[in-house]
């Protein structure tokens, strides 16, 4: 096994790695362990806070917000925008700007449509009626990072899916550190169709939209992404609301069969690596002179970047190479990941997909990159991470949705049934039950 070697004297940059080495499964481990939400310090000044915010209500939140975002408001309107500030940042952004969040919103809506389920029903012999019933949540809580690491794109995709699912009410919380606000993020927003947008984040956010407040409305379910407050946070109040994840670091496998650009899937690892020193990205192939020349590519482009400390760190710490034995074992190792984002930049990707198990999002061939899906392809960004994607699904129109069983029975289909349960309940010594279906038993 090897490393390669950065542009700074030796410093490692990626490991490299081979499925043949005695210690791969062990090293690959360590690559992918990852607990997001474990420091018990963390936990436990989350839990002040929560339990702050749920006794004073918006005072909590004021005196929270203030603190940590370096503000000195004193009133809850502070903190509120009005759907016309929203509906001027739109407005007023750049033409290229406007054009581009509007196509964007457009392709994400198209999609989630799609995803719609409907309500059913069918009817026995006996006229008894069984079905389902899908309805919309009535409110959606949307939590949107603020400052420096403002993304208008999340608040399309999370807003956009439960708009179209046909939640009543969708409110948004985005942090304003020093009060700078991001007019992308409002225009996203208004292009979105957010009711309700408080400048508050933290965890003090995910209080206020869990418990509700004089100002902030109870939510029914929170989503979006966060630090690891706001993931903390989460995870404390699932059970009170519904939430989406827990989200961890970004990560991106690539899969190349060796044909590829060495330049573009350098670029392709970059993308997810300069997101935050945490992020991951891996690329496995069974070619190891491609490898040497992606790695090269790595070492050239690298100091080209805007954001070379953040990416370096991320790759040192938790990227690598893989050289797999084949196509097979390429297979097993993106299956054992369950990664977040996967490309298969390979000839004819789709003979890969009946044995892709476990992937958040799959980006098939050589040009599309996983760039692409962030913004503007349709699809979801908000995605399992951490190897979550093993039983969990990008977000989606679903997850605004609940479903109710629908059973009406008729009088002969009251009696039969009512036959089967009478057994079954006096099997488990719940004879009320029982006798609650005798009743209807026809003589």
């Given at each position: 096994?090897?490393?390669?070697?950065?542009?700074?004297?030796?410093?490692?940059?990626?490991?490299?790695?081979?499925?043949?080495?005695?210690?791969?499964?062990?090293?690959?481990?360590?690559?992918?362990?990852?607990?997001?939400?474990?420091?018990?310090?963390?936990?436990?000044?989350?839990?002040?806070?929560?339990?702050?915010?749920?006794?004073?209500?918006?005072?909590?939140?004021?005196?929270?917000?203030?603190?940590?975002?370096?503000?000195?408001?004193?009133r809850m309107d502070e903190l509120r925008l009005k759907p016309e500030q929203l509906k001027h940042a739109f407005e007023n952004l750049p033409a290229a700007q406007r054009d581009a969040l509007a196509s964007a919103a457009e392709r994400i809506r198209l999609y989630h449509e799609r995803?719609?389920?409907?309500?059913?029903?069918?009817?026995?012999?006996?006229?008894?009626?069984?079905?389902?019933?899908?309805?919309?949540?009535?409110?959606?809580?949307?939590?949107?990072?603020?400052?420096?690491?403002?993304?208008?794109?999340?608040?399309?995709?999370?807003?956009?899916?439960?708009?179209?699912?046909?939640?009543?009410?969708?409110?948004?919380?985005?942090?304003?550190?020093?009060?700078?606000?991001?007019?992308?993020?409002?225009?996203?927003?208004?292009?979105?169709?957010?009711?309700?947008?408080?400048?508050?984040?933290?965890?003090?956010?995910?209080?206020?939209?869990?418990?509700?407040?004089?100002?902030?409305?109870?939510?029914?379910?929170?989503?979006?992404?966060?630090?690891?407050?706001?993931?903390?946070?989460?995870?404390?109040?699932?059970?009170?609301?519904?939430?989406?994840?827990?989200?961890?670091?970004?990560?991106?496998?690539?899969?190349?069969?060796?044909?590829?650009?060495?330049?573009?899937?350098?670029?392709?690892?970059?993308?997810?690596?300069?997101?935050?020193?945490?992020?991951?990205?891996?690329?496995?192939?069974?070619?190891?002179?491609?490898?040497?020349?992606?790695?090269?590519?790595?070492?050239?482009?690298?100091?080209?970047?805007?954001?070379?400390?953040?990416?370096?760190?991320?790759?040192?710490r938790r990227g690598a190479l893989v050289l797999c034995q084949s196509k097979a074992e390429a297979v097993g190792i993106i299956n054992r990941i369950a990664p977040e984002h996967l490309e298969l930049s390979v000839d004819a990707p789709d003979t890969w997909l009946a044995d892709v198990?476990?992937?958040?999002?799959?980006?098939?061939?050589?040009?599309?990159?996983?760039?692409?899906?962030?913004?503007?392809?349709?699809?979801?960004?908000?995605?399992?991470?951490?190897?979550?994607?093993?039983?969990?699904?990008?977000?989606?129109?679903?997850?605004?949705?609940?479903?109710?069983?629908?059973?009406?029975?008729?009088?002969?289909?009251?009696?039969?049934?009512?036959?089967?349960?009478?057994?079954?309940?006096?099997?488990?010594?719940?004879?009320?039950?029982?006798?609650?279906?005798?009743?209807?038993?026809?003589?």
């Open positions: 096994m090897s490393t390669m070697s950065s542009a700074v004297g030796s410093t490692p940059m990626i490991a490299r790695l081979s499925t043949l080495d005695a210690s791969f499964d062990d090293r690959l481990d360590t690559l992918l362990d990852w607990e997001g939400v474990s420091d018990t310090a963390v936990k436990a000044r989350v839990d002040e806070i929560l339990a702050d915010v749920k006794k004073r209500g918006d005072a909590a939140v004021i005196e929270a917000t203030n603190r940590f975002d370096r503000l000195s408001v004193e995803q719609k389920p409907t309500s059913w029903q069918y009817e026995e012999a006996d006229g008894t009626v069984l079905g389902q019933q899908v309805t919309a949540l009535d409110r959606a809580g949307i939590y949107v990072p603020g400052g420096k690491a403002a993304y208008p794109s999340s608040v399309l995709m999370n807003a956009i899916p439960a708009h179209v699912a046909g939640v009543r009410e969708i409110v948004m919380v985005v942090p304003t550190p020093d009060g700078v606000v991001n007019e992308l993020v409002l225009a996203a927003a208004h292009l979105a169709g957010v009711d309700d947008v408080f400048t508050i984040g933290g965890a003090q956010a995910i209080a206020a939209m869990a418990y509700g407040t004089e100002t902030v409305p109870r939510v029914d379910k929170i989503v979006g992404p966060g630090n690891i407050y706001v993931a903390t946070a989460k995870r404390a109040v699932f059970g009170q609301v519904g939430i989406d994840m827990i989200a961890g670091p970004s990560e991106i496998l690539v899969v190349s069969d060796g044909q590829t650009d060495p330049d573009w899937l350098a670029m392709d690892l970059f993308s997810q690596a300069e997101h935050d020193e945490d992020a991951q990205a891996i690329l496995v192939s069974w070619d190891s002179e491609h490898l040497d020349a992606v790695s090269a590519s790595i070492e050239r482009l690298l100091p080209t970047l805007d954001r070379e400390s953040i990416v370096r760190e991320s790759l040192s198990r476990h992937a958040g999002a799959i980006f098939m061939g050589r040009y599309t990159a996983e760039a692409l899906g962030d913004y503007c392809a349709g699809p979801n960004h908000v995605l399992p991470t951490s190897g979550t994607a093993r039983f969990s699904s990008p977000l989606g129109v679903y997850d605004f949705q609940k479903r109710s069983s629908i059973i009406h029975c008729s009088r002969e289909g009251a009696s039969a049934l009512g036959e089967v349960a009478s057994v079954l309940a006096r099997g488990e010594s719940l004879t009320a039950h029982a006798r609650s279906a005798e009743y209807r038993i026809k003589p």
